[in-house]
């Protein structure tokens, strides 16, 4: 029987890896769709108030440590740990999932920035 360099039998290797890969994958799609929805829940609480004073990296920190995505981060920790070569993709699925969550939330706060940002000048016109 070959052995793979963590002494464990390849065939058994090869399906212990396929699992964290399966299991990986789940947890980022999951990830990924939680965010949404934390982001359509807020983004529905600050349209009804309008009255944020957060920017966007501001929210998107605070979606990050929603405790909603807590299971999610912690199943592709102990994966990631258990098989280091996961570590690349799954930070780039992650970067992924928060530039789409930036591009949300910029998108959102725009045209209330906008508003706040020259409300001082409303009805004011030239001579």
Partial sequence: MLYSPEGNPRV?????????????RAALDKMDAETDAIVNALIAHIGTNSSCKMGADELL?????????????????RYIDAFPELRETTLSACQSINRK??????TFLAPLEYARRFANTKGAHRH
Wanted: proline share 6%.
């Fill in 61 to 77: 920190l605070l979606v990050n440590r929603h405790p909603r995505l807590q299971p999610e981060r912690s199943t592709i920790n």
């Fill in 12 to 24: 058994e290797d090869q399906a212990l890896r396929r699992i964290a890969r399966q299991t990986v």
């Fill in 101 to 106: 969550t930036l591009s949300r939330l910029q």
